[in-house]
């Protein structure tokens, strides 16, 4: 995310707005609830709410997580941006969707989550995760992301 957000190319060619998602205040927190937490999140959906009325993106980016808590925060979030409009794709940078696939409630949220959904993998090996509920032709691959390290020559 912050490759993406620091970079010039993206910036110069798209008018961005970027909504840190994480309710995490430390590396502590997370992974826990509580109600600081969710404090956090209904102000972060308020803003993310605010943003998107006043801004109107044509796409929105956002890498969520596969399974578990943050998941169901993820899936809040998608949920409300669909429901204001957005076009929206999924950068998945870790994986597990399949692993939760055969209970029966992540199994709903996973077909709601991924419907009218883009999806970005980081290799096509990782298509198996999320192929129960993704189109192959809604699936871009985009290996690993992370710029090549600058060597200088002397």
Known sequence: GQYI?????????????YINLTTATSLTDV?????????????????????????????????????????YK????????????????????NKGVCTRQDRWLDDILYKKFFKNLKVILLGESLYQDVKKYVDKHDVYICPNGIPEPVTVSK
Do not use: W
């Open 5 to 17: 957000k620091d970079s010039q190319l993206i910036n110069s060619e798209f008018d961005c707005r």
């Open 74 to 93: 993820d899936f809040v979030v998608v949920s409300m941006l669909k429901s204001l409009g957005c076009k929206i794709i999924a950068h998945y940078h």
């Open 31 to 71: 992974g826990k609830a509580g109600i600081k937490k969710i404090v956090a999140f209904l102000k972060l959906l308020r803003t993310i709410r605010r943003e998107v009325r006043q801004f109107k993106p044509e796409l929105v980016y956002i890498t969520p997580n596969a399974k578990g808590g943050a998941f």
